[in-house]
């Protein structure tokens, strides 16, 4: 590992479980090459603070399985700033770190990217949040737990509303991605999905609950990502309310699809990103991001992330549409 002396590490942004399993296999990963990490506490604003953390094998020990982050997290608005950077580049120099790993979304990216560009650190990003929102890669670490946390939730709303014959309204996170209502709404049963990506037509969920009396159905589970209508659930309930005279709830499962012990998944798809960044780093790869494509392990500039749009699988809504009819 040649062109890497010191790696800092950081996690920004929302945080997302799995993100600890990566941090773990960042450190192990670059030690073992016998490159040194520094952790950096409360992503970009720890950094300009000068919060580090020394990264030892056993200061990770114990962490693959906990939510959340032991380096901790915040969005941080002066690093948008050139000057901000500026500062934190200099305290980088100080500390004799080269180089970053940033665990996180977008917006982390598009600070490291500058960072790297304007003061030559080199930098590779590593895709955490819960939205599954990144281009450039299937899957972002923390999508399956916060996906099965939600679903647990909405199975057990399941019960409830079949006792009392309700229509619920159960709204997911996601402001600008319908990423996880999909994943959950067609794994949860749910009769209507309403995401940002698509025009809300509360007359059609009206007509959806009515069309389903008619089939005999009781009860009715409709999800809704927050951001796919001003007021999110509250809203739809009311307007579906108002068109079906229906014994309306909402639930709002909120943060604590951000909160958990990982899945399998999350901790298995963290431990071989984070090994990827720094054998990329190590690799003299900078200004990108560990990504994953059917499957196996890619590096796309970390420009992709901000530049494209990730699509969304509309299909999914045909799908659960025909099989919650
Ligand atoms: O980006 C992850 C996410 O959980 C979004 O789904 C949600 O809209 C947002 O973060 C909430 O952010 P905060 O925790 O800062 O309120």
């Known amino acids: 590992m040649s062109q890497v002396n010191r790696i800092g590490l950081l996690t920004s942004g929302g945080d997302s479980p799995g993100m600890n399993a990566a941090i773990r296999a960042v450190v192990r990963t670059a030690l073992a090459g016998g490159v040194t990490v520094t952790g950096i506490m409360r992503g970009f604003s720890g950094l300009l603070d000068s919060e580090f953390m020394e990264m030892t094998p056993r200061s990770v020990s114990n962490i693959i399985q906990l939510g959340g982050t032991i380096l901790k997290t915040s969005r941080c608005l002066d690093f948008y700033e050139v000057e901000g950077r500026s500062r934190a580049a200099e305290i980088l120099r100080k500390k004799g770190i080269d180089s970053i790993v940033g665990i996180g979304g977008d917006g982390t990216f598009q600070g490291l990217s500058l960072l790297g560009k304007e003061h030559g650190v080199r930098v590779v990003g590593v895709p955490g949040t819960i939205d599954n929102d990144i281009p450039g890669t299937d899957i972002t670490i923390g999508f399956s737990t916060a996906a099965n946390t939600a679903l647990e939730s909405i199975d057990k709303i399941r019960d409830t509303a079949a006792s009392h014959d309700r229509l619920f309204f159960i709204e997911v996170m996601g402001r600008h991605c319908g990423a996880l209502a999909l994943e959950v709404g067609l794994a949860g049963g749910a009769e209507a999905i309403l995401i940002p990506e698509i025009d809300v037509d509360l007359d059609r969920v009206g007509q959806i609950v009515r069309d389903g009396r008619q089939r005999g159905k009781k009860s009715f589970i409709i999800v809704v990502a927050e951001g796919a209508l001003k007021d999110g659930a509250m ?30 998944y999350d901790r298995a798809l963290a431990s071989r990103m984070g090994r990827e960044a720094v054998t990329a780093l190590a690799s003299g790869q900078t200004d990108c991001m560990v990504a994953v494509v059917c499957n196996e392990m890619k590096l796309i500039p970390l420009s992709v992330t901000w530049e494209e749009k990730k ?15």
Do not use: C, M, N, Y
């Open 311 to 325: 699509s969304t699988d509309l299909d999914l809504l045909d799908v659960a549409e025909i099989t919650a009819s």
């Open 235 to 264: 809203a739809a309930a009311k307007g579906v309310k108002e068109r079906t005279g229906a014994d309306v709830r909402v639930s709002v499962l909120g943060h604590v699809q951000r909160g958990g012990s990982p899945t399998s």
